[in-house]
T-cell receptor, first 113, second 107 residues
């Protein structure tokens, strides 16, 4: 029944490792997003994909690479993890790009030691 | 200065009080969104509006495009309304979030 799901919910890893977070939506939406929420709870958009095509690519390190195998999935791969990458990462989807209600996943809390 | 400013940052109210959270923005937008983040971390979209006013239950959201300002009102507040309320604006290929207002409603 879950509309937007993310795995894993928690991820604890060492600096320098490579990790992936998966996101899937079963709403039939065309657009998916990745957001980062820092320790001060500030949300910032990282990427947006519309029908598997990259639309928004904010200024994030190129260690972060989104991959959209189909429009229901948007995975986030992070290379060479750093301490500053520790945050909660939210996936979201909306029917179309732009002015549409977004549906958020439960978040993935990433802790880099 | 952030492009999206919210006030207050923190708010404590007694159950039953009328609550107002404000959001001002300095960029051109197509729509403004109000989100609620529960203490458990989940984020729910409350409203998306580009003009006028919307109401859902005890929640009312208004926007004044000329003044670049929006308000979220909660009538007859309840402890279960305790959460962080986040204002966000969207336009062509951009989403910008406010820093959030942490609301605590005491029984």
């Amino acid at each position: 029944d879950t509309a937007v799901s993310q795995t894993p919910k928690y991820l604890v890893t060492q600096m320098g490792n490579d990790k992936s977070i998966k996101c899937e939506q079963n709403l039939g939406h065309d657009t998916m997003y990745w957001y980062k929420q820092d320790s001060k709870k500030f949300l910032k958009i990282m990427f947006s994909y519309n029908n598997k095509e990259l639309i928004i690519n904010e200024t994030v390190p190129n260690r972060f690479s989104p991959k959209s195998p189909d429009k229901a999935h948007l995975n986030l791969h992070i290379n060479s993890l750093e301490l500053g990458d520790s945050a909660v990462y939210f996936c979201a989807s909306s029917q179309v790009q732009g002015d549409n209600e977004q549906f958020f996943g439960p978040g993935t809390r990433l802790t880099v030691l | 200065k952030n492009e999206v400013e919210q006030s207050p940052q923190n708010l404590t109210a007694q159950e039953g009080e009328f609550i107002t959270i404000n959001c001002s923005y300095s960029v051109g937008i197509s729509a403004l969104h109000w989100l609620q983040q529960h203490p458990g971390g989940g984020i729910v979209s409350l409203f998306m509006l580009s003009s006028g006013k919307k109401k859902h239950g005890r929640l009312i959201a208004t926007i004044n495009i000329q003044e670049k300002h929006s308000s979220l009102h909660i009538t007859a507040s309840h402890p279960r309304d305790s959460a962080v309320y986040i204002c966000a604006v969207s336009g062509t290929y951009k989403y910008i979030f406010g820093t959030g207002t942490r609301l605590k409603v005491l029984a």
